[in-house]
Nanobody, 119 residues
Framework: QVQLVESGGGLVQPGGSLRLSCSTS????????MSWYRQVPGKERELVAT????????EYSDSVKGRFSISRDNAKDTVYLQMNNLKPDDTAVYYC????????????WGQGTQVTVSS
């Protein structure tokens, strides 16, 4: 079955950096527009970054633009999120999935990876 496995989260001080990874299996990864989402308890899931199938096109939410960078390795069926200059407002559980540019997420979600930005 489809699997999405996020990793790389943790506790970091404001201004710090983290790199998230999302490995996928049993999906046609090379054909999927992929995105990173984040969710805070009590709030809706927020789309933060999207990348095209070949990795050349990207888009970011205003809240992370200039600080986050999404990339992918189609040979490894993996998508990444480099997060720099982290802020307390970036604290959330981060998920990857298909989506963005009119595409809805797959029905399956991974467990997510917790990112906590705090001094």
């Amino acid at each position: 079955q489809v699997q999405l496995v996020e990793s790389g989260g943790g506790l970091v001080q404001p201004g710090g950096s983290l790199r998230l990874s999302c490995s996928t299996s049993n999906v046609f990864f090379n054909n999927l527009i992929m995105s990173w989402y984040r969710q805070v308890p009590g709030k809706e899931r927020e789309l933060v970054a999207t990348i095209g199938t070949r990795g050349k096109l990207t888009e970011y939410s205003d809240s992370v633009k200039g600080r986050f960078s999404i990339s992918r390795d189609n040979a490894k069926d993996t998508v990444y999120l480099q997060m720099n200059n982290l802020k307390p407002d970036d604290t959330a559980v981060y998920y990857c999935n298909r989506g963005g540019w009119g595409f809805s997420p797959l029905d399956v979600w991974g467990q997510g990876t917790q990112v906590t930005v705090s001094s």
